[in-house]
């Protein structure tokens, strides 16, 4: 076979060792592996390259990705999937491994549906939002550095005694800032799986103080309802009887970047041999991931419909542990 591989959409840490999975696994059953630069434009600018084992060497521990990743607006064209089709089959490629996120699945399945061989999804975006996996590419590592910055900043919070909402990434999803706000001991973390009390946050607080605590951390996906970590703080700050010493931080891109840590690039290598072994045996349209703890494979078709749901339980954890007891 001549296997395509490309990156698509967000970049997440451990996209490097995907890659370098599916070429060594290819090389490995004798297959031609040909790299498409920057997502799915790569296709309608041909920025095809020749992948061997020496091409992947020493990315492993990089982030980022070394093929780049893109949005492509000239695939959500109406005749987009049908072109880029035509052009992977006029360069010989019987199959396309996409590694990204849910944008990147669908795109997938329409190359599939315009006649496209074969395609297989592999999971890679630090929201965890990809269908077909209870875990994605990037997660843990995003998690971890956001982890990292709040222990830090608890720090300087509790030597001064400050209030500090600390915004995460999470467009549509709660999953980081869930993951971080337990493991970094949060006062309360918001999400936009559930709709935000002011009331109850600033009753967090105001028992807080007066049970004696005087530093907390609240952490904030960047897509909850009520607003970004600024409009909360402001509303908390109108509404609490005590006047807070507060500060808000936006970690931002820096969960997008760094090293993988180790469990995302054993997943990713994982899922890079799969994806090669699902090609192997005849599948053409697939999404690998690992569910409870195991390779499994989805159809594609399903897995763009899925969005592992956020274990809400997760909250009731963060607030036990916070020993504020509230309404919820
Ligand atoms: O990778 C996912 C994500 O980090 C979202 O949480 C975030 O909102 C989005 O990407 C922003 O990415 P960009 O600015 O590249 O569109």
């Known amino acids: ?23 060594r696994a290819s090389v490995w059953h004798r297959h031609e592996v040909i790299g498409i630069r920057g997502g799915y434009n790569g296709i ?26 893109g949005r492509c607006a000239r695939f959500l064209e109406p005749d987009g999937p049908a072109e880029a089709a035509a052009i992977l089959r006029d360069k010989g490629l019987d199959a396309l491994v996409v590694i990204g996120g849910n944008g990147s699945y669908k795109g997938a399945l329409a190359l599939h549906q315009s006649g496209f061989p074969a395609v297989v999804g592999v999971p890679g975006s630090i929201d965890n939002d990809v269908g ?29 005694e400050r209030v500090f909402f600390v915004e995460v990434m999470g467009r549509d999803t709660g999953h980081i800032a869930a993951a971080v706000g337990l493991a970094s001991g949060a006062e309360a973390v918001i999400v936009p799986e559930e709709p935000t009390d002011i009331d109850l946050l600033t009753t967090i607080i105001d028992r807080g103080f007066e049970a004696g605590k005087r530093a907390a951390i609240f952490v904030v996906a960047e897509g909850d309802d009520a607003g970004g970590a600024a ?6 700050d109108a509404a609490t009887q005590h006047p807070l010493d507060d500060r808000v931080v936006i970690l ?28 192997q045996s005849g599948q053409t349209a697939v999404a690998v991931g690992e569910r409870c703890s195991e390779v499994a494979l989805t159809p594609l078709e399903t897995a763009v419909q899925e969005q592992p749901p956020l274990d809400l339980q997760i909250l009731r954890l963060a607030e036990i542990l916070s020993g504020v007891r509230t309404s919820r």
């Open 44 to 69: 309608f600018a041909r920025a095809f390259e020749p992948l061997d084992r020496r091409s992947v060497s020493n990315i492993l521990q990089q982030g980022g990705t070394f093929l780049e990743t």
């Open 252 to 279: 931002g891109y820096i969960q997008r970047g760094g090293s993988p840590t180790a469990r995302d690039r054993i997943l990713a290598s994982r899922l890079g041999v799969a994806a090669v072994d699902a090609l």
């Open 132 to 160: 077909g996996t209870d875990l994605s590419i990037g997660f843990d590592t995003a998690v971890n550095t956001a982890v990292d910055a709040i222990d830090r900043i608890r720090d300087t919070a509790f030597s001064l």
């Open 1 to 23: 076979m001549k296997i395509g591989v490309l990156t698509s959409g967000g970049d997440a840490p451990g996209m490097n060792a995907a890659v370098r999975a599916v070429v």
């Open 231 to 236: 409009r909360i703080r402001d509303r908390i």
